[in-house]
């Protein structure tokens, strides 16, 4: 796996088989390796904790505040990223490393 997680542009490629039914001899499909959609998705949760971590701390000022409006508001976003979380962790399951606490790392 990358060193630091990357994005998945410009890492796909061809992956050619031989083809008994195809008018070529050859057909084949565009790819990512495993290692580089683990290291986008695990990217994209690390993101997505320091997008949460953020919220909390907006959260906390409007609270100082009294701003209940704005707190609603960031209670909506955060409620957001948990769900954008679990739908990540339920349809890419192979792909997510998680820690003891079952956080995306």
Known sequence: ????NEPLKGKTFFL???CASCDSL???DYVFE????????????????EK????????LEYAKKLNDEG???????LSLCDWF???IKKWLPDVVVEDEKGKGL
Do not use: C, H, W, Y
């Open 1 to 4: 796996m990358p060193e630091k």
């Open 16 to 18: 050619r088989k031989l």
């Open 26 to 28: 050859f057909r084949g």
């Open 34 to 49: 495993f290692e580089d959609v683990k290291s986008a998705i695990q990217g994209l949760l690390e993101e997505l904790e």
């Open 52 to 59: 949460r971590t953020e919220l909390e701390n907006k959260k």
């Open 71 to 77: 707190m609603a508001i960031i209670e909506v976003l």
């Open 85 to 87: 979380e679990q739908k």
